[in-house]
């Protein structure tokens, strides 16, 4: 079985953690670009840490959440991660689209 970790008893009145992204998907052409925020609540620390699910092959994100999109068509998420509570994120979807060609590419 897993090991729950306790709570701190003194967090007991403070809201939880959430993370949302803007927006939560967008569609961008090959090579192109799209820029993300993020919004923590429920902590001081309003820090994130900015990912590409995918790792490399789904293109690259800045710390300021600019989304820089791979040389390949796809479907790619950008995750934003608190960094008061790494257990708590937003996904946003992107889609890699090549020339103007518009829908998924099987």
């Known amino acids: 079985a897993a090991q729950q970790v306790l709570a701190d008893p003194s967090n007991g009145t403070r809201p939880p953690v959430v993370v ?3 927006p939560t998907s967008a569609t961008v052409p090959v090579g192109g670009s799209a820029t993300f925020a ?3 609540t429920g902590s001081d620390n309003t820090a994130v840490t900015w990912s590409v699910q995918e790792g490399a092959a789904g293109g690259s994100v800045t710390e300021g959440g600019a989304y820089t999109a791979p040389a ?3 479907t790619y ?3 934003v991660t608190s960094q008061a509570d790494v257990t708590k994120s937003a996904t946003a ?4 689209v090549s020339g103007s060609i518009t829908g998924t590419i099987q």
């Open 93 to 96: 979807t992107v889609t890699v």
């Open 72 to 74: 390949a068509a796809g």
């Open 20 to 22: 949302t992204v803007s």
């Open 77 to 79: 998420h950008v995750v």
């Open 38 to 40: 993020a919004t923590v």
